[in-house]
């Protein structure tokens, strides 16, 4: 096999760019060939500046007839094109001394840029430029995806030397190959080879327009979609098979064992959708084959009593549960909860629920340790700190993670990792999500992952009325405030996320924080944030859910599990900030009691301008539905399922071609093709999913 085209030879540090194409993933000679063009560039034709409209981008080819730094408004250099047809202005704001002799009097330059029009004449801002030689290119340039420290002609060589080094041998069986053709029926022309495909999109040839190749339809696309999608069924369904191969703990449920204990004791009774997630939960951990299920369910539907059944289960079969949630205030809340229900029936056996997050002091940490090491601590719950190496479970049964898409796939990897080298019964595992995926996405695109989904709320909610205000009504908004206040509820302030800077966050919060306590005389107004010492933030949410605090100003901290039933009004600062599915996450902090309550979305309009149409489509939707899925189908809509997928579910963006929205045909023909190609041609099935996912595979299950 080739060497990969970037690799040093040894001992030889990396250059700069090619440590940058290393930061972009661009490692093997596949790795490049599959690095595709943003978009083209048309340098083949030279336009005269007297045929050039305004807006056009146009390639130029004169002489420098003037060159001058000026000073005004800014400092700026100013050059003056001659093409012989007319003049034009070249502008550079940001410019080094290559620029002046570069663009010294009397060269002759090629430059390429948008021709604007405007009071000091036909201007280009920036162009890009290079000295008037050689023949004209006869084929459209490709501009790939770069960065800083990787020259875009850098990366053109790189990617061609890939291209041609790859082995981009056809990796599926004729059989594939008849019914991928017959999934594309709609197109006459016949099926691209893989390598047919990349050479058509990396150098397309002369008469290709530039709007063919972005057209995602074409042929070459369709080749490439189907391969992508392939390659990430099978290696799905090679995770599934090797999952099923294993064994797990048999754990069923007993009439009259801790599981219907606790069902006796809960203060309420489960929901339709409660019990049939239940029992799909139950069916798993009766199995000797490890569960991999995601319980889907919107914000306050209830998925942690239906964790603690699981739970229930597991212990009274004589194994251990580990809860694991993404932040300490959240781990705090299950442990409560967690305890209220099931240490009453645990200490009469001799158990307990044990609890391990990273802030906890020394001793009591060793304490917890010891306890989970005997097992007499048949739950375990905390932070990340449940899969530190120190934690030595005795037996695990089940391991439960909440808000999964929270946890980095590196520390869902580690607690797979951790038991499967102590025990020989792998754990089940369940995972929990609030940010539903939308069914159909999810019942195709994850073949490896079985989706329970509750889809009914507990009875006795009233529906929050959200409103979107702009941040000129604040006084209304903190008046409404009041008016909660004197009735005895509590109230949610959510600063802006500003993510380029924490520090700003901070003094944004500190800020309101600041106002809301002077405005609202006599009512304890509390700030809650990320950066707070541990011990802080639990005084602080104590005291709110105590209801001695009737205001929490809190930056996005709060955004998952809290859960005080008395706040009754969340008010969003700058909430044109936030995405969608974090609106919603936010919002179903309130509405969890039997009061009216509501949810202000103010936002800040651009100066002198007005909201941009994504972000007003996202307060629209959320104005429009409380749903969960139905926020998710939206967000969907507006954002595109590569993304919703990519950042979601799986810490990495997995599709870079394919749309599961409109590729629906090629991801059928990809589910039937990855089982048949894995027994029929694991050798081939191997090679695909190594030539698309290289090193990734092994996060695919996770
Ligand atoms: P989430 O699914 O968002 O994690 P929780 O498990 O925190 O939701 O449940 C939200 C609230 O609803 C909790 O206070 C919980 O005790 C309560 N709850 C759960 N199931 C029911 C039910 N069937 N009837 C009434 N209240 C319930
Ligand atoms: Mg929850």
Not at 39 to 56: F, H, K, N, V, W
């Amino acid at each position: 096999m080739p060497a990969p085209v970037a690799a040093a030879p040894p001992n030889k540090p990396l250059s700069a760019p090619q440590k940058a194409l290393h930061r972009l993933g661009l490692v093997r000679d596949i790795d490049l060939a599959l690095h595709l063009p943003l978009r083209y560039e048309d340098e083949t034709r030279i336009t005269p500046l007297s045929e050039a409209r305004d807006g056009q981008v146009v390639q130029l080819e004169g002489t420098v007839t003037r060159q001058e730094i000026s000073h005004r408004p800014r400092r700026q250099l100013l050059v003056t094109l001659d093409d012989g047809s007319d003049t034009c202005t070249l502008r550079f704001f940001t410019f080094y001394p290559s620029h002046l002799k570069a663009l010294a009097v009397g060269a002759r330059v090629r430059v390429r840029g948008e021709l604007r029009g405007g009071f000091l004449g036909r201007t280009i801002m920036h162009p890009a430029f290079h000295a008037a030689a050689g023949e004209l290119p006869d084929a459209l340039t490709p501009v790939y995806p770069a960065s800083a420290q990787l020259p875009q002609a850098y990366l053109r060589k790189a990617v061609a030397t890939g291209l041609r080094r790859a082995d981009l041998d056809e990796t599926l069986p004729p059989g594939l190959l008849r019914s991928l053709q017959e999934a594309l029926h709609g197109q006459r022309v016949p099926l691209m080879s893989l390598r047919e495909a990349l050479q058509h999109l990396h150098h397309p040839g002369p008469e290709v327009s530039p709007d063919a190749l972005e057209d995602r339809s074409h042929p070459a696309w369709q080749r490439l979609k189907a391969e992508e999608l392939l390659a990430q069924q099978l290696s799905q369904l090679a995770a599934k098979r090797e999952r099923d191969a294993l064994r797990a703990p048999v754990l069923p449920v007993h009439a009259g064992g801790l599981h219907e204990q606790l069902l006796g004791a809960l203060p309420f009774a489960l929901t339709a959708a409660q019990r049939r997630v239940g029992e799909e939960i139950a069916r798993d951990l009766a199995r000797p084959v490890p569960m991999h299920r995601l319980l889907q369910g919107d914000v306050g539907s209830g998925k942690t009593v239906v964790a603690a059944l699981a739970a229930a289960v597991a212990i009274d079969a004589g194994w251990q549960c580990a809860l694991m949630a993404p932040t300490e205030i959240l781990a705090e809340q299950h442990f409560a909860k967690l305890v209220g229900w099931l240490e009453p029936l645990l200490a009469p056996r001799g158990q307990r629920v044990a609890w391990l997050t990273g802030s906890q002091k020394k001793k009591q940490r060793e304490q917890m340790l010891a306890l989970v090491a005997s097992g007499e601590a048949a739950l375990v719950v905390g932070t990340h700190a449940v899969i530190q190496a120190q934690v030595q479970f005795r037996r695990l049964g089940l391991a439960v993670i909440d808000e999964q898409h929270r946890f980095g796939v590196a520390q869902r990897l580690a607690l797979r990792s951790k038991t499967a080298a102590a025990q020989a019964a792998e754990p089940h595992l369940l995972m929990m999500s609030a940010t539903p995926i939308p069914r159909t996405l999810a019942m195709s695109y994850y073949a490896d992952l079985d989706v329970s989904t509750i889809d009914e709320l507990p009875p006795g909610r009233t529906p929050i009325v959200t409103k979107v205000v702009s941040e000129s009504r604040r006084a209304e908004v903190i008046a409404r405030i009041r008016a909660q206040l004197a009735e005895g509820r509590q109230v949610y302030w959510v600063c802006p996320l500003i993510e380029e800077s924490e520090a700003l966050d901070l003094s944004n919060a500190t800020a309101t924080h600041a106002e809301l306590s002077q405005s609202l005389d006599g009512v304890l107004v509390g700030l809650l944030h990320s950066r707070m010492p541990a011990a802080e933030k639990k005084a602080v949410m104590s005291l709110f859910s105590g209801g001695q605090m009737g205001v929490l100003v809190s930056t996005t901290v709060i955004e998952v599990g809290v859960d005080v039933p008395n706040a009754s009004l969340m008010v969003i600062e700058h909430a044109e900030r936030f995405g969608l599915s974090q609106l919603h996450q936010l919002r179903g902090r309130v509405g969890r009691g039997a009061a009216a309550s509501a949810c202000v979305l103010m936002y800040t309009p651009p100066e002198g301008g007005r909201l941009g149409e994504t972000a007003r489509e996202r307060l629209r939707a959320m104005a429009e539905t409380t749903d969960g899925f139905e926020i998710a189908r939206r967000d969907l809509e507006i954002r595109g399922p590569g993304e919703f997928l990519g950042a979601r579910q799986s810490g990495a963006p997995l599709l870079r071609f394919a749309d599961l929205a409109t590729d629906t045909h090629l991801l059928q023909w990809a589910r039937g093709a990855a089982a048949e190609m894995l027994t029929g041609h694991p050798a081939a099935a191997e090679k695909h999913v190594a030539r698309w996912l290289g090193n990734k595979a092994e996060y695919l299950k996770a």
